[in-house]
């Protein structure tokens, strides 16, 4: 093609399409990204349905080794001994928790739950992460050499850098295996994003069984982050949640029997008949489309946005999940 | 005294008192941290009661200069025109956004609003700002000097110091004047944080005129800093708008007129009579206690944590707001 040609058809071609946002990139994922979550690892938890409307379910699932794996087995147990029928949601405090169990905390607990220690709220560094750690700390090292005379410029560059090392808290922070994280070179722990669910406790941080369990819903509560064990996040129906009225006792607590909300069963969709197990999947994290998503999610192109933001924490590149047809 | 008898002294005093809670900082400061809001800043917000309920009221504190006074003085215009009453909330969209409007997007609007370039979503950074925040460079310069090695755990030091630099979107956080906002040397801005108020606006970035707000019901979406204006934040009664149900439509829309929630007015606190105006103050971001507050919210110490953060982002140090009688 003559030169005169290849700018003809550059003059002419039609402006670039918008850049695709987050979500039109997970869209556009090929099927092999997505990773099914056993039945094992599905919570299906029915509140009372409100009068005149549709059963309000929630769906939890849990996280996989080598996280909080103690309380996600006492969890199998509770669900498989069917604990948690007739006990209620308690708790609703704003911009923080809702919390359920049961609230008269006199319900005799089934045989054979662990006592688990406060040591499993971190695990030790996986390799592979690690090395993609060290990875990132050299481009930092790399910024931080061609800085060297520290004029507040280069510092201000050096910060910059930075934000794709560690977060606000200090750690590393990544998305790992399906689930959001934090960690060093020692240790990681799963953090207190949105929709997290955690295990409720008292003062001292092995009394907590999984019976009484909490969701997030406000900003991360990010100070919980290795006080206190999670074992999964909602994945569905969190709105049934969220949208509670709030409780006026200290904490969020509801201040009658009236106000709290009866859970009619919790079950393990691997404890339901086939046909009634619900079907998710997750996109790989350690895939090409999660990495073009979490980088879109720093850096919105989308048409409403004029000033990508240059990054992003944690709890805002959430992992994607998608319900798929029960009968495929 | 004796070195005996000190040390008998010693031997028998009492264990330290349990740290105390940031709510207890914050509970012990003195009458003179607390600012007043002066009335023309409070915006007070009627929605429909719900059946058997109190009132359900939400108040709105609006920035002071020299953050978003286009839209602030649009704002007063509307609320002295009285032209949200009989408007509605729209849209609830999960750990995302609450939105009230005229949901005909038809209604007039009264005279002289001004249109507000977009220009202003950012401001000049003040010279004590950035003197505060050159100091914080000059730490990380000492850490940064000190690692000349730059050894994997001397990279990791220069990584914890810089935590207390800037966030993980690259810039600067802090809270002050009474609000959290981010910047570098140039500029700064107002940050999505959780019951921010915000100026909903279509894809071009100056049509929003102050009557379509919005507030922040969710993890702190920070991609929409500098893409959109910040006029204020909820500071009693967020859970009236929180807790509604989320609309099903796109983006949280309602689906039916029926959904909506009517407002039956928004007043400024100035336009009411003095004796039913509320009074707020805000605890002095400069002062003393402040400090001591936001570093007990990054090392949480009080008896329920084992493990302080070490750090918290701006969004986990809500500036301390408290109701005050209104008959002094």
């Known amino acids: 093609m003559s ?3 290849a700018l003809a058809l550059q003059a002419a071609a039609p402006a ?5 946002s ?15 979550i056993a039945p094992a690892d599905l919570l299906v938890m029915e509140l009372a349905p409100l009068a005149k409307e549709r059963p309000r379910t929630v769906v939890i699932q849990l996280m996989p080794p080598p996280f909080s794996q103690g309380w996600i087995g006492n969890i199998r147990k509770l669900a498989a001994a069917k604990w948690w029928d007739g006990t209620s949601v308690n708790r609703v405090q704003d911009n923080y928790v809702v919390q359920w169990g049961d609230a008269t905390e006199k319900k005799p607990l089934p045989a054979g739950l662990a006592t688990v220690a406060q040591s499993t709220y971190i695990t030790g560094t996986p390799v592979k992460l690690r090395e993609r750690w060290l990875d990132r700390l050299k481009v930092f090292d ?10 507040d ?26 689930w959001s994280i934090a960690g060093d070179e020692k240790s990681i722990w799963p953090v207190h994003c949105y929709a997290m669910v955690g295990v409720g406790r008292n003062l001292a941080p092995d009394t907590g069984s999984g019976a009484e369990l909490y969701t997030v819903i406000g900003h991360a509560p990010r100070h919980l982050d290795r006080n206190i064990a999670l074992v999964g996040r909602v994945i569905e129906g969190i709105e049934h949640l969220s949208s509670l009225p709030r409780g006026t006792e200290a904490l969020g607590f509801y201040k009658t029997a009236q106000e709290r909300v009866p859970i009619l069963r ?25 990495a073009r998503y979490a980088e879109a999610r720093a850096n919105r192109r989308d048409p409403f946005f004029n000033v990508p933001a240059g990054g992003a924490d944690i709890c805002n590149i959430p992992v994607p999940v998608r319900r798929i047809q029960s009968s495929p």
Chains 1, 2 share one sequence.
């Open 3 to 5: 030169i005169l040609i």
């Open 16 to 20: 670039p399409p918008p850049a695709p």
């Open 22 to 36: 987050p979500g039109e990139i997970v869209a556009a994922a090929p099927a092999g990204e997505w990773v099914a």
């Open 142 to 151: 790399i910024v931080f050499d061609s800085a060297s005379k520290k004029s």
């Open 153 to 178: 410029v280069q510092l201000d560059e050096i910060n910059r850098a930075s934000s794709f090392v560690r977060d606000s808290y200090g750690y590393m922070a990544d998305n790992w295996q399906g």
């Open 266 to 290: 919790i079950r393990l969709a691997s404890d339901l008949p086939a046909a009634e197990r619900p079907r998710f999947q997750y996109l790989n994290t350690e895939g090409p489309t999660f």
